[in-house]
């Protein structure tokens, strides 16, 4: 992942010097509020004491503008979200029996033991995009509008304890009668890099502060679903959307 970001960043790096001087090179910071709308990221916020704003997080990311005219701009940028929460099973407690683990419902069990799993997930989506600024770039505030294709590099992985809701069995309770639990594994599952196809779009505001420098403020929307092809192949596509604002730091070439 590093290295693919690495090349990414070059190649923004290296195109004004490949002749595409007339332009701006952008640095941004953002925050991210993923959509996560997905079977896989259900049923974890389903089971798990994690929620949806836990995945909220910081992103970065930078990109290259080509002015193509005095209103319309081609933009190349990359950008990085990633972010890893660790949460326990809601609703199952655990017992240890036989040197096995099993889960009880935590409805009329206190357990022996709360067990949970760590649910990561990372993504960097290379961006192509089409800006169009109404008013030119001459004056004291700037309003954009644009959106584009969007290749999402992206994994997703579980690591921990998980209940195994194929392997059932019933516990014969003297007060509450047969009782259905479930085995307990330790799971280790990674859907490996994977590249999908999306799009965005997004509106901001660039403000001039120097001759050749600017700071930009911007709300993006991206989408992208991500077919899971490894250990969660069994899943619908996982969600790779979600909300960004962010603000940048422009050298005008």
Known sequence: MKK???????????LPMLGFSDGTFSFRLGYNFPTANSELWNIE?????FEKHDFEAVTFGFSYEYFMTRQVSLVFGVDYYGKSEYGI???????????????FPYEYYDGDFDFGHQFRTWMSPLQLSLKL??????????PYIG???????????LEGDMVDFEDQYVYEDPDLGDIDVYGVVFTDAHEHTNFNVGFHAFAGITVPIARRTAIEAEFRYNYGKGGLHDAFQDFDDFDLGGYQITVGLNYWF
């Open 89 to 103: 099973y809601r609703d199952w407690v655990g017992y240890e029996i036989d040197g096995y683990d099993y889960a």
């Open 147 to 157: 959106g584009g294709v969007s290749f999402y590099l992206w994994s997703v992985a």
């Open 45 to 49: 916020f389903e089971n798990m004491t």
């Open 4 to 14: 693919t970001i690495g090349l990414a960043a070059l190649a923004v790096f290296l």
């Open 133 to 142: 600024s109404p008013f030119g770039r001459r004056s004291g505030i700037i």
